[in-house]
């Protein structure tokens, strides 16, 4: 149980997130279910919905680049990677400019996910929609910025507005006569559901909706075009209460003769059929049902299946064996392997040899192709380091640089993918005009709910359900020594990973910091969403939307004798994160229990860095730090011991003007004394603790003088 609810945390990546806006800018999260060394990239088109099979994707490994070409599910894979290489991944975005993650280290435990996306990526209201201008957008490619919200300051608070299109904003007959969904999810779990015909202009126009960020709403739209239609939906949308919201849904273009557009994925479901897949969790027990948005009704029930074998997520090995009974630039090569266990030879398997330094195989590269037998030989006429590239069930995977300069060799490739795919299940759901759907799948007494669709006439729908805690953290924070504080500070990230808008208790929902931490701050963008709980840490005021929301700040903790006491409460876990501390001379880290440190300098000087941290919910992140600069005692025990004085002081210089004022003297010496104690007083009223030491030491002295010649 533990390794699956570990699972749970750590697949964030490869799983169809609500609203993963942050998560599309290439930040890696682990893969547990990946081996060491193995690296995920999924590309897509502006939000998960969309994958883009078929991309070339560029892994930089220390310096040296490999490809693979995106799968069905838009997934490309890089194994057999070198633990502590450093790595970035790269794709070509749909304006022609390369789009890169973030460089990152390959994972010593766990393989590794990340997505990137080729369009900028899109979320609910207030969390990264993308802006458009004026009306209901540019003329742009409409079909870019389809299902994409943006919030629209001339539209009164409550109004959600809604415009179909056949990717031309210059059309005259616009979709007109169209009904248009839209699904609300309820932080309280309720579903509510509102249909609109678009107008004259294609428009559909809700009003009257909810401001509190309380509900996510799911516009949705079948445009017929051609003999079919296109199923279009747009991405969740939370209102704010002093502005309204807009949203283009656009078909192709009215005579396009491209197949119909499927936002959801048939996946090649027949008519009638909805196909469901789990994704992080769950397992054989998980039972799943289909809802009516509107009425709430159950149209359909089952229980899952294993899924079909996936041969795409290939994970396997490739030795090298050089020899000499082997003309030197000749490649002998043998594939076996299978689903499971499974070892047969593998035909049809694609061999290519290119150079050890190649960025990407030249179109003269010597290729090759495995028979029955599951061989094949290549030679090429430049020997020397070599990389084999090797494509088989859609991908294409290079292997480790060998040697050909000298001898020949073998290659032995042992492939294996699992026996099962995710589980899913297939349910019957009949196609009915002006109808929205939902899916639940339920797995230990927790209920998961897919995004809302619609199902179209002759064509299946394909689904999927993400089973993940429901609310995940993750943190990254630099930090260093300032005076008698540990200040870190960095970024705050919490994820919503349903469909469902998050409503925290009480006056929201709360972002512990370290016990005893002082001085939180914010930064200023985010103060108006986040506020400082003294004594707690962190609280997001408004409800958590859908997919990613992200913040800065700062906190401070004690030095006490040197040592850091680091006691960080993590009710929602954490997931891929990190903390670096300037490292000086003597510091010793004691890492919390089951993370690892390591020393890195960079040209900032050097750092302790302790990274990745992965911890389950409702534990707690426990570290101790020692050997940290600190203040002498004096420090300490002279400021209480002058407090001490100034208010003998103070009663005695009180004691006294009350007695003068009772014999008043005219001499200089009484006026002289009247002033220091007035000037006394004042320092200490106006600084406090806080006063100039030095000052008040020159006014007690004189005092002292002045009193003893009396």
Known sequence: MKRVVVLILCCVAGAALA????????????????????????????????TVPGIAVTLTVNGTAREARTDAEGRAFFKDLPVGATVKAKIQGEDGKDVESDEFQVYSDTGAKLMLTTRPPSGGMGMGGAPLAGGDGPMAD????????????????????????????????PPAGIPVALVGYAADNSVTMQTVASDKDGRAQFTNLDRTGETAYYALALIPRGSGVDRVWGLPTVLVPQEGARMLLSADKRDSTAPPIDETGDDGAAAGKVRVSLEGAGDLTTTIAVFDAATHAPLASGQVQPGGPDPS??????????????????????????????????AHVGVTLVAGDAQEPPPDSPRGETG?????????????????????????????????????????????????????????????????????????????????????DGRGAHVTVSIFPRVMFSFSWTSKIEDEFLQAQGRFEIYNTTWIPVVGEGDGLLVPLPKGFRGAVLAEQDQADVAVAPGE??????????????????????????????SLDLPFGAVQSGIEISQL????????????????????????VIAPISILPKQSMAMTITGMPSAPAWTKWVPRALGLLVGGALIAGIALAIALKRAPSKTAKTGRRQQLLDELVDLERREGSESDPERREKLLAELEKLWEQE
């Open 372 to 456: 029955d037998d599951g061989k094949t030989s290549v030679t090429t006429p430049k020997p020397g380091p070599m990389r084999a590239i090797i494509s088989m069930n859609g991908r294409d995977i290079p292997t480790e640089v060998f040697d050909l300069a000298k001898s020949g060799g073998i290659l032995r490739v042992e492939a294996h993918w699992a026996e099962h795919g995710r589980p899913e299940a297939m349910l019957d759901v009949a196609a009915k005009a002006g109808q929205a759907v939902y899916v639940e799948a339920r797995w230990h007494g927790n209920a998961y709910r897919s995004r809302p669709f619609q199902v179209a």
């Open 142 to 173: 409409p079909r870019k910025l389809s299902g994409q919200p943006r919030p629209e300051q001339t539209d009164p608070g409550g109004t959600f507005t809604v415009r179909l299109t056949y990717d031309d904003l210059k059309d005259k007959t």
């Open 19 to 50: 609203q993963p806006a942050e998560a599309l800018k290439g930040h890696p999260l682990p893969g547990p279910d990946l081996p060491v060394g193995t690296i995920s990239v999924r590309v897509v088109a502006g939000n998960v919905t969309s």
């Open 313 to 346: 997520q290939i994970q396997g090995s490739a030795p090298f064996e050089a020899r000499t009974d082997i003309a030197p630039g000749t490649l002998h090569v043998e594939v076996t392997g299978g689903p499971g266990t499974e070892t047969k030879a593998l």
């Open 537 to 566: 840490g962190f609280r997001i005021v408004r409800p958590l939307a859908p997919g990613a929301r992200r913040f800065l700040g700062g906190f401070n903790v004690p030095v006490d004798g040197g040592k850091v006491d680091w």
């Open 585 to 608: 001379p003597g510091m010793n880290v004691q890492t919390p229990k089951g993370v690892t440190g390591r020393i890195e300098n960079d040209s900032r000087g050097k750092w302790y």
